[in-house]
């Protein structure tokens, strides 16, 4: 593990190195990079520090969004009072993220662009002989996705049509979809703003471009917005295996907008659009509650006991959550 | 009744290890020291052709290779069985099988040194479960599997099952799972060309010590293990392969060597706990007598024996022990699989034969209509009771646990109002041994042949012996020395001229806090303050010998060395303080630092003086005393039957859960245990041993798993192999303790350490069906098979409508 550090003072500096220098690595709170960089699943040459950069971490109020930029550590944003008032969904799922130490360097970012979480994948490659040992996933020089030969199990998607079946790994993607945030993205070349779930392809990757770096999440403003996060985990401070995220606009007992994503079930935040057109426009009581999730995941099928529990517990946590926004 | 027995006293060393100055493995370094890593194999299976270790040697930095042609002893050298050798030479059998070694000025060279190892292998078919390792493609060891099993028989089966008017048969499979220490495998190893000193984090340094004789010929005499702290092995180090390949490399360069297993090695290439199927079978009387029991056990060894035999005799002995039934038998299984290799764990057996056994006889009850309860004080095992096995039982309180523990889990039970979310209570008892009488020979305490011509003339086939020009010998390997019947520890007590002492004990201290507990006999035997003693670790040059820390045996073995040394102390201090009391040493009492005469507290000295006193009597001669205790226990005879241990601790544990229908998910809200280990010594020890036990038991139970695919381990670290968190533990604990006076314990006491965690999966497998009429046939119960058998469960119902 051999590389170069630096540490440039401004973005446009930034960019110039990541243009000058091949096979750089962004360094943010580097708690998924020095990790990613321990199981070898990259070897930078270059690691380019954004800590040096002014302006990158701060949680603003606009008439029309809530911006925060792309260098505010989790646990900022886990405390920030102005997101607990709008949207404690974000917060809630900053909490749930690894531990408060980690959390104190962790960013919003880097937990946006991490790479995926997979057994087979990046868990277990620490010593020589395990990386070399038979079967190797298909993205570290495997032939197959040893998913698809060993079956579903927790740890994997269960609906999406990707070949790749790594959930999304992030946390706070999951309730920034349902705020429908976006991202932008800053190269020389200018700035572009996404929906945050477009940021992810199927397959498990990104759609970032080289060169480009992420400088802030907006959440657009609503109205009257409620919304949560619940995320259920191994134990505490592990990797999600479900999250839930949900934001409405009730006007009385009607919903007049509904929006769900999960995560931990496919590659990109989930949208339960078969739970929200229900919702939309209905008037809300508990037994419909009850009723209407259990169209979640209506249509996947079930191939074990993994994914009959994944989805019983995603019924059952999607429920909790819209009992407590109601 | 005493000053130090039966309060709670911290540990002894609790401040160095609190404030960070205690020494671990990995704080020690000496001058000239080098680091060193293994050549694992990649491949579950694969005969090895050659290695060249040509280009390693040319990194800079790296010092030597070795494979274990370099090693004078290296094959059938580790193991209790001894075919585990320090450095695969043959063939590799499981994925992390070590077959070279580097050593070099630091890791990262070894890293890259193991990079430039070529072995040719050529990839042999593997076998995964214990069905596929019953009758496998390629033998791994070519031992044919029924030369490897065993079984004990009490009575006739027959006619205990003709006797029955019920009978049950149930199967049972348990998973493999990590001991995950804190402290991962350790160790430095100095050989200068005299002397092998080795400090490692090992729990047998008398064992390993011999082995490192054995392996590079030197007398044991230059060979000295010692013990610095240790973080809790639970089991893991009484097969330690990579203490020997350490001493390997320092033996080969003449140079310290260290070497730190990492977690995703001490995961893989150390030894686990075995993964079981059981099935069972148990003839049952209408009025609840059981007139038969019979259990056939089959063992996923992994890819050596590693302590399979011994387990199963182990567990032979616990099946047979708990309940009174005259036609027992117990028929164990090694089979041979491409997977990391078993050893003990903490119940060694226990927790897994347990739970088969505790979940079957709660089936019986609900079955046919008794009260589990009641079934079990009708059937368990009392006070001077000899089992089919040949347990003679002395203290036991098992009954009493029993009904402590029903009450004190049926007290403030409340059902829950929510439908989804079911309340119930469990519960399950246990026995266990106190000290294993092994000898110093598996093989012979497995089938009680001491003589090689005799097993060869009984089992022509026994895969451990050789024949040699006509002769039978015992296969070359460590378990060639001739049998040692014992169980054995001693320890060295010096009184010093004021009075305090210099205790050398023999057994390490695995973390639990043996040490504490040494000091405190000999501190109450002798009258003195816990701070008027110092404990030195165990060292194999401290002329004490004992047999290491496992089978719950430290407490009641070395206790009552360290008892019969200061009773030597005393009756020699006693001597000379008669004169100076004018009263007869047997009526002067030690207490308080002081002599008193019994009966007349105004005729008294102080120790010191006393000690004093008998040094100058005695022309300055040390007053140092030799301890010894070898427990009156047997080894098994050629059947398997005997009172392999002289005290047997009893328990009984119950949980309460919430059950959530919807999801299979279980919260733990209460649990109780009530153990009879005699008299407690240090309550706050004893129950800290108890709360990490119950702790151990429920993660067993409900997550923990080392999972495969095909051979290769996916989840070795903290990140995905899921301990339980301590949110999950239960917030209300309930821990008891029955004080039945064992009369051949330290005080009364015996074993605690490895029963504490026994009950409780089948406590939890009795919950759940009181919960849902569910019963789980697996370890771990996880919500997704929890789940999956509540749906095929209503979708059978629903059939059946």
């Given at each position: 593990m051999n590389f170069e550090y630096l540490k440039p003072m401004s973005l446009d500096e930034a960019f110039k190195m990541l243009e000058e220098h091949e096979n750089a690595k962004l360094y943010a709170g580097g708690t998924d990079l020095l990790w990613q960089m321990r199981a070898e699943t990259v070897a930078p040459d270059y690691i380019i520090d954004l800590k040096g950069v002014q302006g990158l971490d701060k949680i603003k109020e606009?008439?029309?969004?809530?911006?925060?930029?792309?260098?505010?550590?989790?646990?900022?944003?886990?405390?920030?009072?102005?997101?607990?008032?709008?949207?404690?969904?974000?917060s809630e799922a900053a909490k749930v993220v690894a531990s408060q130490k980690l959390r104190n360097k962790a960013t919003i970012g880097g937990n946006l662009l991490q790479r995926i979480k997979c057994p087979f994948y990046n868990q277990s490659h620490i010593n020589l002989f395990q990386r070399e040992s038979i079967d190797s996933c298909f993205k570290r020089g495997g032939k197959k996705c040893l998913v698809m030969e060993y079956g579903d199990d927790v740890y994997h998607t269960i609906t999406g049509k990707s070949y790749c079946k790594a959930p999304i790994p992030s946390d706070l993607a999951i309730p920034l979809a349902a705020l429908d945030a976006s991202v932008i993205l800053k190269?020389?070349?200018?700035?572009?703003?996404?929906?945050?779930?477009?940021?992810?392809?199927?397959?498990?990757?990104?759609?970032?471009?080289?060169?480009?770096?992420?400088?802030?999440?907006?959440?657009?403003?609503?109205?009257?917005?409620?919304?949560?996060?619940?995320?259920?985990?191994?134990?505490?401070?592990?990797?999600?295996?479900?999250?839930?995220?949900?934001?409405?606009?009730?006007?009385?007992?009607?919903?007049v907008s509904a929006s769900i994503y999960l995560g931990g079930v496919s590659q990109k935040p989930y949208a339960a659009q078969e739970v929200e057109t229900l919702l939309i426009g209905a008037e809300i009581y508990p037994e419909i509650i009850n009723g209407v999730v259990l169209e979640l995941f209506k249509d996947v099928k079930i191939t074990n006991d993994d994914v009959l529990f994944k989805i019983a517990k995603a019924r059952d946590m999607l429920k909790d959550l819209l009992h407590r926004l109601v | 009744m005493y000053d130090i027995?039966?309060?709670?006293?911290?540990?002894?060393?609790?401040?160095?290890?609190?404030?960070?100055?205690?020494?671990?493995?990995?704080?020690?370094?000496?001058?000239?020291?080098?680091?060193?890593?293994?050549?694992?194999?990649?491949?579950?299976?694969a005969k090895i052709i050659s290695i060249d270790t040509t280009e390693a040697k040319k990194v800079p930095g790296v010092i030597d290779v070795i494979t274990g042609k370099d090693i004078p002893v290296n094959e059938r050298a580790v193991g209790t069985s001894g075919d585990l050798s320090v450095l695969t030479t043959d063939k590799a059998r499981f994925i992390g099988d070590?077959?070279?070694?580097?050593?070099?000025?630091?890791?990262?060279?070894?890293?890259?040194?193991?990079?430039?190892?070529?072995?040719?292998?050529?990839?042999?078919?593997?076998?995964y479960g214990i069905e596929d390792g019953l009758n496998p493609e390629e033998p791994i060891h070519g031992v044919e599997k029924d030369h490897m099993q065993l079984h004990v028989l009490t009575g006739s089966l027959e006619k205990g099952f003709a006797e029955a008017d019920r009978i049950f048969e149930d199967h049972f499979t348990t998973t493999t799972v990590e001991h995950v220490p804190s402290d991962t495998e350790g160790v430095l190893a100095d050989w200068n060309g005299s002397t092998m000193n080795v400090w490692a984090n090992t729990q047998v340094p008398y064992w390993d010590k011999m082995m490192l004789g054995r392996i590079f010929h030197i007398p044991y005499s230059k060979v000295r293990v010692i013990c610095p702290c240790n973080g809790a092995p639970l089991g893991?180090?009484?097969?330690?392969?990579?203490?020997?390949?350490?001493?390997?490399?320092?033996?080969?360069?003449?140079?310290?060597?260290?070497?730190?297993?990492?977690?995703?090695?001490?995961f893989i290439c150390s030894s686990i706990r075995d993964g079981y199927h059981f099935d069972v079978k148990f003839g049952v009387k209408n009025d609840g007598t059981l007139t038969a029991m019979d259990c056939w056990a089959n063992i996923d060894s992994g890819a050596y024996i590693g302590w399979s035999h011994a387990l199963g005799q182990a567990q032979g002995h616990l099946f047979c022990s708990l309940y009174k039934c005259a036609n027992m038998r117990y028929t164990y299984q090694p089979v041979f699989t491409n997977n990391s290799y078993g050893g003990p764990m903490r119940s060694f057996g226990n927790a897994e034969i347990n739970f088969a056994l505790e979940s079957s006889i709660d089936r019986i009850c609900h079955e046919m209509g008794f009260d589990p309860v009641e079934f079990r004080l009708k059937n368990g095992v009392e006070q001077g009771y000899m089992t089919g096995i040949g347990w003679q039982i002395q203290g036991c309180g098992l009954k009493d646990c029993i009904k402590k523990a029903d009450a004190a889990i049926r007290k403030n039970f409340v059902p829950s109002d929510d439908p989804d979310k079911v309340r119930a209570t469990g519960l399950a008892c246990a026995a266990h041994w106190t000290g294993w009488r092994v000898g110093f020979n598996s093989f012979i305490w497995r089938t009680g042949y001491d003589n090689p011509q005799e097993l060869l003339e009984a089992r022509p086939d026994t895969p451990y012996v050789k024949v040699e020009n006509g002769v039978a010998k015992w296969r070359e390997g460590f378990w060639d020395v001739p049998g040692m019947d014992s169980d054995r520890s001693t320890c060295n007590l010096q009184v010093n001229e004021e009075g305090s002492v210099i205790l050398h004990v023999s057994d390490p201290d695995l973390g639990q806090g043996t040490y504490t507990v040494m000091a405190m006999i000999a501190a109450e035997e002798l009258g003195i303050k816990m701070e008027d003693i110092k404990v030195i670790g165990a060292d194999t040059d401290s002329g004490v010998f004992g047999f290491g820390s496992y089978?719950?045996?430290?407490?009641?073995?070395?206790?009552?060395?360290?008892?019969?040394?200061?009773?030597?102390?005393?009756?020699?201090?006693?001597?000379?303080?008669?004169?100076?009391?004018?009263?007869d040493t047997d009526k002067i009492i030690f207490k308080d630092r002081k002599l008193f005469e019994e009966g007349n507290p105004s005729n008294w000295m102080l120790l010191s003086d006393a000690t004093f006193r008998t040094y100058s009597e005695r022309n300055g001669e040390l007053l140092s005393f030799i301890g010894n205790y070898d427990p009156g226990s047997i080894v098994p005879d050629v059947d398997g039957k005997g009172s392999i241990s002289e005290a047997y601790p009893f328990l009984c544990q119950a949980v309460e859960i919430e059950l959530n229908k919807k999801t299979g998910e279980i919260k733990l809200l209460r649990a109780v245990s009530v153990n009879d280990s005699g008299t407690i010594l240090n309550p706050i020890q004893a129950e800290g041993q108890v709360q990490g036990g119950m702790f151990m038991g429920m993660g067993y139970a409900l997550k923990e798993e080392i999972q495969r695919k095909k051979g290769r381990v996916y989840n070795p670290n903290y990140t995905?192999?899921?301990?339980?968190?301590?949110?999950?533990?239960?917030?209300?604990?309930?821990?008891?303790?029955v004080e039945q006076f064992e009369p051949n314990g330290p005080f009364g006491a015996k074993g605690l350490g490895e029963s504490a965690l026994v009950c409780i999966p089948a406590a939890i497998n009795n919950a759940i069906y009181n919960a849902v009429g569910v019963r789980m046939h697996s370890i771990p119960m996880t919500p997704q098979v929890v789940l999956g058998e509540i749906t095929r469960k209503e979708n059978a119902e629903k059939e059946g409508k």
């Open positions: 606009t008439e029309e969004a809530v911006e925060i930029g792309a260098m505010t550590t989790l646990r900022a944003v886990e405390t920030s009072a102005l997101l607990l008032e709008k949207y404690p969904a974000v190269s020389f070349d200018g700035e572009r703003e996404i929906p945050l779930t477009e940021l992810y392809k199927v397959g498990g990757e990104l759609s970032l471009k080289a060169g480009e770096i992420l400088v802030k999440i907006c959440i657009p403003k609503k109205g009257n917005q409620r919304n949560g996060f619940a995320a259920h985990m191994a134990f505490p401070g592990s990797f999600s295996q479900i999250s839930v995220a949900a934001d409405l606009i009730m006007e009385g007992n009607r919903c | 027995i039966g309060k709670s006293t911290p540990l002894i060393d609790g401040r160095e290890k609190v404030t960070g100055t205690a020494q671990f493995i990995r704080d020690i370094t000496v001058p000239h020291m080098l680091y060193g890593k293994t050549l694992k194999s990649p491949y579950p299976h070590e077959v070279a070694a580097v050593v070099a000025v630091d890791e990262k060279t070894c890293d890259e040194a193991l990079k430039l190892i070529k072995v040719e292998w050529e990839v042999l078919p593997a076998v893991g180090r009484n097969v330690f392969r990579l203490l020997f390949i350490a001493a390997a490399l320092s033996w080969k360069v003449r140079r310290p060597v260290k070497m730190i297993r990492n977690r995703e090695e001490e089978a719950s045996r430290v407490t009641f073995v070395a206790g009552r060395a360290v008892q019969n040394a200061a009773k030597k102390a005393k009756a020699c201090i006693a001597q000379y303080a008669a004169e100076y009391l004018k009263c995905n192999y899921n301990l339980l968190p301590m949110a999950d533990m239960p917030k209300d604990l309930h821990i008891e303790f």
